[in-house]
């Protein structure tokens, strides 16, 4: 048997590897157009912070060493031209010697991952505007702002990547602002959950513009110059360009393979193109949602690395394992904080027509009582039939990465915010709490669905019409320093003293701080007579920041003639 690999990063390695593990007598090739194979794409924007220092601790392996360890022959520098399907061979040039080759397979393997996007905007190839990808292009970065000794960084696209290098470049002394289109970063996230990303970015002094497209860039001297639809004009030293990737497709196009609907690689449950002898892994497929069934790319390298895996071991043994889907389940350090998320966002989910409901809740990352614990907010959304939990999102200081795991293996396999409450943690103080953030995410789902608990959300405060009451059952002191306009104030341990102040034939909408007060309240009223009362989703504290948010990020842009 003789076995091609395309593209020697996550997807490709990983699937020659298992492949050798599986078959000890196989031929195979692994062909890599660029310098460096098996390397960590995910450590490059730390490594252009130096945070961390040593180049080489992102080049997990060598061209040599996969070699001696697993008898691959890798080529290096060598790229794919074409692909003949019923010939069954490939087309090999190798761009230092310019020789072209031609091998035979038995099984190939395409793994070529995602490319930048660099929409043909006046001015896009100017000396200085770079994207991220490889360890090419992080050497070249670094080399640029050394060389040119950049102050001032522009990041086009406030996306996982995007952020990451705003955040490295702002550790290396630089004023940064990013620009992005959207009215919020973090397109994979709902909007309160980025909001509170937005306002811990801005907080670290970075600038960033929300509804913002660039249309041209032109170069002065050394400097950028970036201009905005809304007629605005920016300088930088330098420009990282990160507003997504598409799937590389190249390839698959000429060879006649499927292209599916969200434009990736198409693949079956096997991973194995409309081809039968051609399998696909990584940034380049596409496959179904689990929770949408809608095509989705996803470019993460836990699912590229998974899918490799099974891949390889549906080429050896014959189609024995199916592939699931991934439910995007990612995470991403910005400054002192850290975001994740797990499963279809409710935006997505109204888009796709499913049914759900949307819970905020907060948690401790450990006891309260014990030094550094940190608040951290989680959203959830779920079926307000069967419970189904379909996605997960945290934003918090310390211990996200816990929880989302948590709640993406739930998402993962179909489980129900019931198995939220179930959930057994290992709990000691310097942990988690007796009820982990995790429990209480399930408690309160489980209210909702139950009717114990009705709630509203942030976005509805509008709707409050002046014929209702806005109930706020917060302190003295934290109603002093700031409320919802036209809420009324009565002090939570007040309010079975005070409820006479309150018609009970009026729609009751309370809140507090973060939801603990208000659901109390809640109950007070409706156990005594109060008929409709609902309580803020998130509380005071999310209604805050959205609303900074969306006063920050609504400036509709001014159109140039
Ligand atoms: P890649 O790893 O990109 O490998 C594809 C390889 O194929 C490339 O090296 C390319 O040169 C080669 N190739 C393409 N065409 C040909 C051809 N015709 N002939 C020969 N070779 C070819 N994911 C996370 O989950 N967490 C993170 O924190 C994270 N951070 C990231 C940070 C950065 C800066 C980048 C760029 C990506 C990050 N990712 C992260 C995404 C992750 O790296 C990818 O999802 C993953 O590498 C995809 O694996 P792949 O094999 O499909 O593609």
Redesign the pocket.
Known sequence: MKYII?????????AAARLRRLDEHAEIVM????E??S???????YYIGDVIKERNALLIQTAASFNLRYKIDVRTT????AINASAKTVT?KNHITGKEVEEKYDKLVL????D?IRPPLPGITENGIFT???VK??DTIKEFAQQNHVKKAIIIGGG??GL??AENFHNLGMEVTIIEMGNQILAPLDFPLAAIIQQHIRSKGVDLLLNSTVTAFEKNNDKLKILLKSGEELSADIVILSIG?KP?T??AIKAGLKIGEAKGIWVNEFLQTSNPDIYA?????EFANPITKQSMN????????KQ?RICADNIVSGNVEKYKGAINT???KVFDMTVATAGTAAKHLAKAGIQHTVSTTYGSSHAGYYPEAKQMSIQIAFSPVDGRLFNAQIAGYDGVDKRIDILSSIIKRNGTIYELEEFEHAYAPPYSSAKDPVNIVGFVAEDIIQDKLTIFYWNQINEISENDILLDVRSEEEFEKGFIPNAIHIPIDELRERMTELDPAKNIFIYCFGGIRGYLGQLILKQNGFKSVSNLSGGYQLWEICNKEIKLSRQPEIQTA
């Open positions: 395309i593209g020697a990063v996550a997807g490709g390695a990983t062909f890599e157009k660029g460096y194979i390397y960590s794409n995910c450590g490059l924007p060598t790229e794919i031209t090999a793994s070529p991952g995602a930048p991220l990808r490889n292009d992080s996982f990547i990451e290098m990737v590389d190249r390839l892994v990584g940034d380049a497929i996803t470019y993460l390298a836990g699912p590229a690395n490799a990612a995470i991403v």
